[in-house]
């Protein structure tokens, strides 16, 4: 077979070109955007914890800003726009986190008006006890 001379320009060039090929197909899978899939599992589960917690009935802005933003979040992993995604994905989470506190918060507050009542009607009935005495 006959080569030819790596100085010689036809072969430069091939060597040239096979060059910027493999440095554009690096570079594209270098660039291929990878999905926010642990911020988005984060806030789905943070949402379903929620939900359990109550937050439709304590704390349902807050429940709905985290599904907002989650639909938000997948809306941009479709777009192939992850630090959007990531971002929208974080956000779910937090309204979710918070809609969990604000529900158990509100949960524990009822709870104490409860006892306050229970205690009251206590104190009540030892008054009572005490002047049929």
Known sequence: MNQLPLDHPSRQLRLFTCLVLMVLVLGACASTPVPPNDALIAARDAIVTAEQAGARQH??????????QLMKAEQAVSNEDMVTAERHAERARVSAELASAQSESSRALAINREMERGAEALTEEMRRTGEQK
């Open 59 to 68: 704390a349902g802005s807050e429940l709905d800003e985290a599904r907002d």
